[in-house]
Every structure is written in structure tokens, then in C-alpha cells.
């Protein structure tokens, strides 16, 4: 079955320390996003990628860190920097094109420790 | 900026009954899409139903419409025949041909009572 695989589902990260958050798809698509969700908000864009080797910041990249070398994968680094990192992640893909559908994994809840 | 708001925070509806969802957008684009997403407690984002602005005709998903309303910029979803399944966070959300990517309002929770 074709989709969007995220892992884990929870995540710890003690203060000072990085995290990667995985995001994998297997619909072939070219498009991917990493969006942000907190208690009460809508999810706010982090960083996207439309095609491989290629990203660009959203609203909030600021603490965040991504890459893009394979077409399937668009993992997600939470630095050190970011203070406030307790939310819940999601990650979407889309095919190429200005207005296509984004499709979403499952998400990563993320804690500090 | 492009803006979408969601002006209830929770609505309340009895199954079999039928509910409607409210969502307003600030836009100055001429071509745009409207997506409205339902989120349940396992928190996965699912696509409900889509609308092209460019398209006068609302769109329609089985139990789900729109009412599409360009001129005053309002989009609300319309659920027919509610269902204990369909309680949920509902999630209005654009896109723009300038953009990449989608802005999100805040949401509205969905109850549904026997």
C-alpha cells in the first residue's frame, strides 16, 4: 500500500540535544512538507522540499533543519536552537504542481525532557 | 499575508442531524484552491473535500458538500447525516498559485452525540 510513514510516533529530547524526525512516502511524489501543530493552532509550515536537493523555509524554520537527497525521504532535524519544541509534527507530500493535494503520515509527537 | 479563519471553536450536532462548519479567507489571488481536513483523536490530517475557485459548481463527497461563496470569501462544510465517526477537529485550509503551501485556520472541534 502506497503512503507516508513517519517515526517514531514519540519522541524525547533532553535540553541541548538534536533530533531527527523521519518522514518516508512511497507515492512517488515530488512535493514534501513538514508542518507544526500546537494545542488550539492551525498547523504552521516549517519547511518544504519540491524536489530533490532543493528546499525552502516556511513561516517557522527557525531551530529546524532539513534535507532532501532522496525523492522517498525528507527527515527533519530539531536543533538545540529551537526552545520550544513540544508539539506534535506532521509530515505531507504532494506531486509536483501549484495546486495539488498534500497528503499526510501520521505524525510525531515530540517532548522535552 | 494570506489568512483563514475558523470562527467556532466547537460545534455540537446529533447524529443523523445535520451541521455546518464556518470558514472565511482573506485573498487578493484570482486562482486558489479551498480544502477542508478532518483530524480524529489519532490525529492523522485526512483530506474531507476540495474546491477550485475558479469553479462556481460546490463540491460534493457523499455526506459531504461545500458552500462555496467567492464573492464574501466563505467556504463552509456541510455534513449531512452526521455520524459518531465523524467527530473530530475540522481543519479549513488554502492554497494559493503564489504559494507552495497550505495556510491552515485555528480549526473547529466536532461533537457528535448519540
Redesign the interface.
Known sequence: DGGITQSPKYLFRKEGQNVTLSCEQNLNHD?M?WYRQDP??????IY?S?IVNDF?K?DIAEGYSVSREKKESFPLTVTSAQKNPTA?Y?C?SSIYG??E???????TRLLVL | AQTVTQSQPEMSVQEAETVTLSCTYDTSESDYYLFWYKQPPSRQMILVIRQEAYKQQNATENRFSVNFQKAAKSFSLKISDSQLGDAAMYFCASLYSGYSTLTFGKGTMLLVSP
Not at chain 1, 101 to 107: K, N
Open positions: 512535493a512538507y488550539g493552532q492551525g498547523l504552521r509550515l518544504y519540491q525552502q516556511g506534535f506532521l505531507a501549484q495546486f493535494t498534500q497528503y499526510f503520515g501520521p505524525g
